[in-house]
């Protein structure tokens, strides 16, 4: 059975850092792409970041780049997204996902909460 | 503001037949599959269509997605009170290098 399971959030003050992780289990974790989307409070999904099986191709949304940086350790499955510069509109329930193709997002995680506030 | 385009709410009687478009652009409707996505309250997101209308495993077939250009619709016939979610389109953006999620439409089942 695929699990993804998040973890890491927590309540940061604006310009912090935080270090979300994602431990992937019960499929062979570096023949997939993997992505991070994120969900503010009562609002919609936004794609975060992206990187491919070995690492090779990472790619991140205007939003996140340059203060996000998205890593993989495929002997340890597991993914990790370092955030740096915190912003308020950074609070969002972050959701690892695993990519079937081309975007198709076809197991996620429960999702790891992180608030940015003073 | 999202990339893609929904309504932000749809509505049905149980037995009814509900459709939800989703608009996108050159960059990504048009050149790349529709993806769609259930989000039931409290939970996480779940692959409900891909390829524009291939359902994955376990989702019945109530459910079926189409696409035309730089659109694309789900409909959900035989509306069931289980139904009542939020639901995603998305589609790889060449542009962007990455997906694309439409705002979410919220359908309630009256």
């Known amino acids: 059975e695929v699990q993804l399971v998040e973890s890491g959030g927590v309540v940061v003050q604006p310009g912090g850092s935080l270090r979300l992780s994602c431990a992937a289990s019960g499929f062979t974790f570096d023949d997939y792409t993997m992505h991070w989307v994120r969900q503010a409070p009562g609002k919609g999904l936004e794609w975060v970041s992206l990187?491919?099986?070995?690492?090779?191709?990472?790619y991140y949304a205007d939003s996140v780049k340059g203060r996000f940086t998205i890593s993989r350790d495929n002997s340890k499955n597991s993914l990790d997204l370092q955030m740096n510069s915190l912003r308020t509109e950074d609070t969002a329930l972050y959701y690892c996902?695993?990519?079937?193709?081309?975007?198709?997002?076809?197991?996620w995680g429960q999702g790891t909460l992180v608030t940015v506030s003073s | 503001q999202s990339v893609l385009t929904q309504p932000p709410s749809a509505s049905g009687t149980p037995g009814q037949r509900v459709t939800i478009s989703c608009s996108g652009s050159s960059s990504n409707i048009e050149i790349n599959t529709v993806n769609w996505y259930q989000q039931l309250p409290g939970t996480a997101p779940k692959l409900l269509i891909s390829s524009n209308n291939h359902r994955p495993s376990g989702v019945p077939d109530r459910f079926s997605g189409s696409k035309s250009g730089a659109s694309a619709s789900l409909a959900i016939s035989g509306l069931q009170s289980e139904d009542e979610a939020d639901y995603y389109c998305a589609a790889w953006d060449d542009t962007l290098h990455g997906p694309v999620f439409g705002g979410g439409t919220k359908l309630t089942v009256l």
């Open positions: 990187i491919s099986w070995n690492g090779g191709s990472i």
């Open positions: 996902a695993r990519e079937q193709n081309l975007g198709t997002l076809d197991y």
